[in-house]
Protein backbone atom coordinates (compact mmCIF):
# COMPACT_ATOMS: atom_id res chain seq x y z
CA UNK A 1 0.00 0.00 0.00
CA UNK A 2 1.26 3.48 -0.73
CA UNK A 3 0.19 6.67 0.55
CA UNK A 4 -1.58 9.38 -2.00
CA UNK A 5 1.68 11.52 -2.83
CA UNK A 6 4.43 9.35 -0.87
CA UNK A 7 7.68 9.01 -2.61
CA UNK A 8 8.92 5.57 -2.62
CA UNK A 9 11.88 4.01 -2.65
CA UNK A 10 12.30 0.55 -4.95
CA UNK A 11 15.65 -1.90 -4.57
CA UNK A 12 16.53 -4.16 -7.62
CA UNK A 13 18.65 -6.62 -7.07
CA UNK A 14 20.00 -9.07 -9.71
CA UNK A 15 20.11 -13.23 -8.71
CA UNK A 16 20.99 -15.89 -9.88
CA UNK A 17 18.61 -18.03 -11.84
CA UNK A 18 16.85 -20.46 -9.92
CA UNK A 19 18.37 -19.25 -6.51
CA UNK A 20 18.24 -16.56 -3.74
CA UNK A 21 22.20 -15.27 -4.09
CA UNK A 22 22.06 -12.18 -5.27
CA UNK A 23 24.82 -11.16 -8.33
CA UNK A 24 27.29 -8.79 -9.01
CA UNK A 25 25.88 -6.87 -12.10
CA UNK A 26 29.60 -5.78 -12.81
CA UNK A 27 30.02 -7.53 -16.41
CA UNK A 28 25.98 -7.88 -16.37
CA UNK A 29 23.63 -5.19 -16.34
CA UNK A 30 25.05 -1.82 -16.60
CA UNK A 31 21.98 0.41 -15.85
CA UNK A 32 18.29 -0.47 -14.97
CA UNK A 33 15.15 1.40 -15.48
CA UNK A 34 12.31 1.84 -13.42
CA UNK A 35 8.29 2.37 -15.12
CA UNK A 36 6.21 3.25 -13.20
CA UNK A 37 3.07 4.46 -15.21
CA UNK A 38 3.47 7.25 -17.54
CA UNK A 39 7.23 7.54 -15.19
CA UNK A 40 10.80 6.73 -15.75
CA UNK A 41 13.58 6.65 -13.37
CA UNK A 42 17.35 5.60 -14.43
CA UNK A 43 19.75 3.86 -12.31
CA UNK A 44 23.14 2.81 -11.87
CA UNK A 45 24.12 0.02 -9.43
CA UNK A 46 24.79 1.49 -6.11
CA UNK A 47 28.02 0.34 -3.90
CA UNK A 48 25.95 -2.82 -3.31
CA UNK A 49 25.45 -3.72 -6.33
CA UNK A 50 21.60 -2.97 -6.21
CA UNK A 51 20.01 -0.45 -8.47
CA UNK A 52 18.31 2.17 -6.38
CA UNK A 53 15.12 3.84 -7.07
CA UNK A 54 12.94 6.90 -5.77
CA UNK A 55 9.49 8.07 -7.22
CA UNK A 56 7.20 10.52 -6.01
CA UNK A 57 3.67 9.43 -6.96
CA UNK A 58 1.69 12.46 -6.95
CA UNK A 59 -1.22 11.97 -9.59
CA UNK A 60 -2.48 8.56 -8.97
CA UNK A 61 -5.58 8.94 -6.68
CA UNK A 62 -7.29 6.97 -3.56
CA UNK A 63 -8.19 3.00 -4.92
CA UNK A 64 -5.93 3.46 -7.47
CA UNK A 65 -3.55 0.08 -8.97
CA UNK A 66 -0.40 0.51 -11.00
CA UNK A 67 2.86 -1.93 -11.62
CA UNK A 68 5.54 -0.71 -11.27
CA UNK A 69 8.36 -2.71 -13.46
CA UNK A 70 12.30 -2.49 -12.89
CA UNK A 71 14.54 -3.82 -16.02
CA UNK A 72 18.10 -3.98 -15.68
CA UNK A 73 20.00 -3.91 -19.26
CA UNK A 74 23.36 -4.42 -20.55
CA UNK A 75 24.83 -1.44 -23.01
CA UNK A 76 25.60 -2.38 -26.18
CA UNK A 77 27.58 0.25 -27.91
CA UNK A 78 25.93 3.82 -26.55
CA UNK A 79 22.37 3.37 -24.07
CA UNK A 80 19.44 3.19 -25.85
CA UNK A 81 17.88 5.17 -23.08
CA UNK A 82 19.18 7.94 -20.63
CA UNK A 83 18.36 11.15 -18.58
CA UNK A 84 18.98 14.09 -21.23
CA UNK A 85 18.83 17.06 -19.10
CA UNK A 86 15.53 16.79 -17.33
CA UNK A 87 14.04 15.24 -19.47
CA UNK A 88 13.42 11.01 -20.45
CA UNK A 89 15.17 9.94 -24.05
CA UNK A 90 15.48 6.75 -25.76
CA UNK A 91 18.55 6.98 -27.62
CA UNK A 92 18.17 4.14 -29.56
CA UNK A 93 20.54 4.75 -32.60
CA UNK A 94 22.71 1.39 -32.33
CA UNK A 95 21.77 -2.75 -31.75
CA UNK A 96 19.80 -2.84 -29.22
CA UNK A 97 20.58 -3.13 -25.41
CA UNK A 98 20.03 -6.23 -24.17
CA UNK A 99 17.46 -6.75 -21.37
CA UNK A 100 19.04 -9.38 -18.82
CA UNK A 101 16.29 -9.34 -16.07
CA UNK A 102 13.31 -7.67 -14.95
CA UNK A 103 11.03 -7.60 -11.85
CA UNK A 104 7.49 -6.23 -11.65
CA UNK A 105 6.15 -4.90 -8.01
CA UNK A 106 1.98 -3.92 -7.97
CA UNK A 107 1.03 -0.89 -5.90
CA UNK A 108 -1.91 0.08 -4.70
CA UNK A 109 -3.23 3.73 -3.43
CA UNK A 110 -5.13 5.00 -0.20
CA UNK A 111 -5.35 8.47 1.63
CA UNK A 112 -5.67 8.32 5.21
CA UNK A 113 -8.40 9.93 6.87
CA UNK A 114 -8.81 11.45 10.70
CA UNK A 115 -12.75 11.79 11.55
CA UNK A 116 -13.66 11.91 14.59
CA UNK A 117 -17.81 13.31 16.34
CA UNK A 118 -16.88 16.34 18.71
CA UNK A 119 -21.12 16.33 21.03
CA UNK A 120 -22.60 19.72 21.33
CA UNK A 121 -21.81 21.44 24.51
CA UNK A 122 -24.04 23.77 26.44
CA UNK A 123 -21.35 26.82 25.68
CA UNK A 124 -20.54 27.25 21.81
CA UNK A 125 -17.25 25.37 20.83
CA UNK A 126 -14.74 27.92 19.04
CA UNK A 127 -13.57 25.83 16.26
CA UNK A 128 -11.47 28.36 14.74
CA UNK A 129 -9.12 28.37 17.52
CA UNK A 130 -9.58 24.03 17.69
CA UNK A 131 -6.15 22.45 16.78
CA UNK A 132 -5.30 18.85 15.84
CA UNK A 133 -2.30 17.46 16.31
CA UNK A 134 -0.64 14.37 14.02
CA UNK A 135 2.23 12.64 15.43
CA UNK A 136 4.49 10.13 13.68
CA UNK A 137 6.90 7.83 15.68
CA UNK A 138 9.73 9.64 15.03
CA UNK A 139 8.47 12.38 17.21
CA UNK A 140 7.31 14.34 14.31
CA UNK A 141 4.18 16.21 14.85
CA UNK A 142 2.23 18.20 12.52
CA UNK A 143 -0.41 20.90 14.31
CA UNK A 144 -3.55 21.85 12.09
CA UNK A 145 -6.38 23.80 11.99
CA UNK A 146 -9.38 24.83 10.71
CA UNK A 147 -9.96 24.96 6.56
CA UNK A 148 -9.74 28.45 5.29
CA UNK A 149 -8.70 29.57 1.94
CA UNK A 150 -5.45 30.57 2.34
CA UNK A 151 -4.59 27.42 4.51
CA UNK A 152 -5.13 23.63 3.92
CA UNK A 153 -6.73 22.59 7.31
CA UNK A 154 -9.80 19.95 8.65
CA UNK A 155 -13.04 20.27 8.07
CA UNK A 156 -16.41 20.70 11.02
CA UNK A 157 -19.79 20.09 9.60
CA UNK A 158 -22.86 20.00 11.59
CA UNK A 159 -24.09 20.07 13.71
CA UNK A 160 -26.45 16.91 13.17
CA UNK A 161 -27.98 15.05 15.33
CA UNK A 162 -26.30 17.05 18.43
CA UNK A 163 -23.12 15.91 17.06
CA UNK A 164 -20.37 17.66 14.83
CA UNK A 165 -18.38 16.01 12.05
CA UNK A 166 -14.35 16.76 12.36
CA UNK A 167 -12.58 15.60 9.00
CA UNK A 168 -9.07 15.81 7.70
CA UNK A 169 -6.97 14.06 5.16
CA UNK A 170 -3.15 14.09 6.27
CA UNK A 171 -0.15 14.45 3.60
CA UNK A 172 2.26 11.24 3.02
CA UNK A 173 4.84 13.28 4.74
CA UNK A 174 2.61 13.21 8.19
CA UNK A 175 1.60 10.07 8.81
CA UNK A 176 4.17 7.06 9.36
CA UNK A 177 4.70 4.95 6.56
CA UNK A 178 3.55 1.48 8.04
CA UNK A 179 1.64 0.29 11.36
CA UNK A 180 -0.35 3.56 13.33
CA UNK A 181 0.07 7.52 13.58
CA UNK A 182 -1.29 8.92 16.66
CA UNK A 183 -3.71 12.09 16.86
CA UNK A 184 -5.13 14.87 19.22
CA UNK A 185 -8.19 17.16 18.80
CA UNK A 186 -7.72 19.67 21.18
CA UNK A 187 -11.24 22.38 21.41
CA UNK A 188 -12.71 25.04 23.26
CA UNK A 189 -15.76 26.46 24.21
CA UNK A 190 -16.64 30.23 24.57
CA UNK A 191 -16.00 30.47 28.38
CA UNK A 192 -12.16 28.85 27.87
CA UNK A 193 -13.14 24.87 28.39
CA UNK A 194 -10.71 22.53 26.84
CA UNK A 195 -11.63 19.00 25.28
CA UNK A 196 -9.17 16.81 24.02
CA UNK A 197 -9.80 14.27 21.90
CA UNK A 198 -7.13 11.37 20.48
CA UNK A 199 -6.94 7.97 18.35
CA UNK A 200 -4.89 6.32 16.12
CA UNK A 201 -5.04 5.69 12.18
CA UNK A 202 -4.07 2.91 10.62
CA UNK A 203 -1.09 4.01 7.78
CA UNK A 204 -0.56 0.18 6.25
Not at 168 to 196: C, I, K, L, M, S
Amino acid sequence: MVHVGEEVRFDFVLFKPFTRYPLDPEGIATYAVLDAGEASVFSEAGPRGHFEFAHHFQAEPPGAALRARATAYRAIGGRDRGRLETSWSDFATNEPDRRVASDTVRLRFYQSVIELTVPVTTEPLDFSAARLEVRKSDGAATSVYQDRPSRRGFSVSGPEKQMYRVRYEPTAREVNVTGTTAWEFVVYDRTGRRQVYAGEIDTP
